[in-house]
Nanobody, 117 residues
Framework: QVQLVESGGGLVPAGGSLRLSCAAS????????MRWHRQAPGKQRELVAA???????NYADSAKGRFTISRDNAKNTVYLQMNNLKPEDTAVYYC???????????WGQGTQVTVSS
């Protein structure tokens, strides 16, 4: 059974920081690309950051310079360090594991991030 469990969300003032974690189980974590998406109320889900199995990273323009995605294959965990948070970062953040070769795609339940102005 595949599980992706996010944690680390919460309420933070503008300018603050949070670190999200996503612990994976039931998959060969190291071969999966890992992504963080977010969905704000009334908006479509959007990709925030991604990291390949080899460690290459990619960011949405809104996240560049403020967010850092990383992974620890020994712990089957992916992280999203978010600094200088803005009210527009308020959203539910979702962890996503993708193994394109086998068309495998898994999602976590999400964690709420709220940034107060």
């Amino acid at each position: 059974q595949v599980q992706l469990v996010e944690s680390g969300g919460g309420l933070v003032p503008a300018g603050g920081s949070l670190r999200l974690s996503c612990a994976a189980s039931g998959i060969s974590f190291s071969i999966y690309a890992m992504r963080w998406h977010r969905q704000a109320p009334g908006k479509q889900r959007e990709l925030v950051a991604a990291i390949t199995s080899g460690g290459s990273t990619n960011y949405a323009d809104s996240a560049k310079g403020r967010f850092t995605i990383s992974r620890d294959n020994a712990k089957n965990t992916v992280y999203l360090q978010m600094n200088n948070l803005k009210p527009e970062d308020t959203a539910v953040y979702y962890c996503n594991a993708v193994w394109a070769f086998a068309s495998r795609n898994y999602w976590g339940q999400g964690t709420q991030v709220t940034v107060s102005s």
